[in-house]
């Protein structure tokens, strides 16, 4: 019997009065995989991390994390699944230290797991210090212990990307939805990025949705790459079939032709 996906959806559809920004979407992401989404602008990208994070409800369709429905609840509910996730728009605590907006992040998980450690009968501290070393842990790997007890809104704009992605990894996620992460980064930090990425997918047991409109990033780290376009799903394939389908270029023809012909580029060229 197939393995049970980690994250399944079916159907899945939202509408913002006459505009079907989701309509009819079926995907399937088994643990340890690393899934691409895109499409051009006004595809439904953001929309569909919406609703696979609980930020908005779904007009219909049903959304399973490890076999359990959560389609109509909150950002809590899935954030308790195991589901964590990054914005377009960074969303830092801007005054707190970037040590503090990791432990900030950690907040939800914290209570939970205390609740579990005390039904364990283990001590407060003992989490506490564990939730410290992993923030640490992560702010290592990420390159940024030395800005540990720097305001975060003192950080330069590459570092504040990264700190996000540090966030959303110390609640300890089984999904993590990236969107965007790579944007307004330069050549370097998003070489950085993709290399940090990468060893994560390698070192940790994780899955990954991502968003980004650098296709270099994208055919670098994904497996697969669902492609959307006015809502629908308009083709899945591995990157190199992405590259050579006809659907996708079409659907890029007459908008974001410089970002198609990155497709190609990213592998030498179409
Ligand atoms: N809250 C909202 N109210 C009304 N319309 C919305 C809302 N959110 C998204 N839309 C519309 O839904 C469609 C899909 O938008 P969405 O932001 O999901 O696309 P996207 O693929 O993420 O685009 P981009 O690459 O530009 O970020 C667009 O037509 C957008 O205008």
Not at 10 to 30: E, M, P, T, Y
Not at 72 to 92: C, D, K, M, S, Y
Request: negative net charge; charged residues 25%; contains cysteine.
């Amino acid at each position: 019997m197939p393995e049970q996906p980690l994250l399944e959806v079916k159907g899945l559809s939202k509408s913002f009065g006459g505009i079907r920004a989701v309509d009819d979407l079926n995907l399937s992401v088994q643990d340890g995989e690393f899934i691409g989404l895109i499409g051009p602008n006004g595809a439904g990208k953001t929309t569909v991390f919406n609703l696979l994070s609980g930020t908005i409800k779904p007009t219909a369709g049903h959304i399973a994390v490890g076999g359990e429905r959560l389609e109509g609840q909150g950002a809590e509910e899935f954030a308790a699944r195991g589901v964590a996730r990054t914005f377009q728009n960074i969303r830092l605590f801007k005054h707190l230290t970037v040590f503090e907006n990791v432990l900030a992040g950690m907040h939800g998980t914290s209570d939970r797991q205390l609740w579990r450690n005390l039904v364990q009968g283990r001590l407060f501290r003992t989490q506490e210090e564990r939730l410290r070393e992993r923030a640490a842990e992560l702010l290592e790997t990420f390159g940024l212990s030395r800005h540990a007890d720097e305001l975060s809104v003192h950080l330069s704009y590459g570092d504040q990307r990264r700190l996000e992605i540090v966030r959303a990894l110390a609640t300890f996620p089984k999904l993590l939805l990236l969107d965007e992460p790579a944007a307004g980064m330069n050549p370097a930090e998003g070489r950085q990025l993709v290399e940090l990425l990468g060893q994560i997918k390698r070192t940790q047991k994780l899955t990954f949705v991502l968003i980004e409109h650098d296709m270099e990033v994208v055919m670098e780290l994904c497996d697969r790459i669902r492609v959307l376009d006015y809502g629908k799903s308009l083709f899945e394939g591995t990157p190199e079939e992405v590259r050579r389908s006809p659907a996708v270029r079409e659907a890029y023809l007459g908008g974001e032709e410089d970002e198609y012909a990155q497709l190609g580029a990213a592998y030498g060229g179409l």
